[in-house]
C-alpha cells in the first residue's frame, strides 16, 4: 500500500528525489524545513542526468507548519543542524509515522532518538546533486544508498526501501548500517576539512601525495575510534573509499567549501568534532589530535566568514 511521502528539505537532494518520485507515481508532498510562514509554490523542477537528459516535473513546494498532521513517509533532506529544532517540531505531527534521515555524519540521529520518535532510519548517500538554480539539479547515482534501523523493523525498513526507490534514485536495505555511516562519516572529515582549508575541490587527494598523506592521518585516528566502538572497519578500505570519490569528484567543490563562500551554517559539528567527543567519551582524546585541530580551523573559519553563525 502506497502511503504519502513528505520530504522535508528543499534543496538539491529533496528536490531530485521529489521528481523522481512524482514521475513514478508516488504521492510526494516537498515541504521547505528552514521558512515556516504556510506558503505553497509550484515549480516545474528539472534534473540533469549524467547522459545529458532531463528529468522534470511540476512539484509543489509547501511549508511544515501547512501541515498539522504528517502521515506517511517522512523523509529528511535538511541540513543535520537543523535537527534538535525540527525534532521538536515534528513530534506532535508525525504520530507513528517513520522518518529516514537522508543526512550523512555522526549522531544526526540523536535528537529524534531523544524525543523518543518510534520509527527512526538512517540512509547514506551515494548519489551527488548540485543546484545549478533554484528549479535546475545536477544529479549523478553512484550506487544504491543504503538504508539501516536506528529504531525500528525490518519488515518496515523492506516495506520504505520499495516506496522510496526508483529507477533512477535507488535504495537498498542494510541490516548493520553503522560501518557504512562511519566510513562515509571520516571520508567527509577528510573532505570537509582539508578542501575548505586549502579552498581547493575534491580531487586534491588522488592528484597530491601531500594531501593523502594528510588524508592517511585522520583516517587513521578516525578508523581507531570506530574499532574501539565495535564498528567493524579498516583503514585501506576508507583510504581507498576516499581516493575513488577524489578521483569521481574531480573539479568539484566540497559542501562545507561552498557553504563558508556562501556565509552559510555549516555541518562540520557531525565530523571531526562528534569524532573527538566519541574519543573523549572513551578516554582516548589524545589520539585525534590532528582531527580535532582541523575541525577547528574549519569552525573558525565559518565563523570569522561570518560571525552572526552559532560557535
Known sequence: MQQPIYIIGAGAIGKALAVFLQEAGREVRLLRGSIQDGTTSSERIKVEMPDGTWQESTITIATLDH?????GIIVLATKSFGNVKLASMLKAK???SPIVLLQNGLGVEQPFMDEQFPAIY???????SQLINQQSVRFKPVSGCP???ERGTMQQLDELVKQLSTSFFQFKVEE????????????????????????????IFHRNEEARQIARRIIVECTTIAITKGITLEAVEVENSLLQISQLSDGQEISTLQDIRNKRQTEIETLNPAVVRIA?????????????LLGDLVKLKAELNNPGFPK
Not at 122 to 128: D, E, H, Y
Open 147 to 149: 538504508i539501516g534501523i
Open 94 to 96: 508525525t504520530e507513528d
Open 280 to 292: 573523549e567519551s572513551l578516554g582516548m582524546g589524545d589520539r585525534v589530535t590532528e582531527s580535532r
Open 176 to 203: 548493520n548500517i553503522q560501518p557504512i555511516i562511519w566510513k562515509k562519516a571520516i571520508v567527509n572529515c577528510v573532505f570537509n576539512t582539508v578542501c575548505p582549508l586549502l579552498e581547493v575541490d575534491n580531487g
Open 67 to 71: 501541515f498539522p498532521v504528517l502521515k
Open 122 to 128: 538512517r540512509c547514506v548517500l551515494f548519489v551527488t
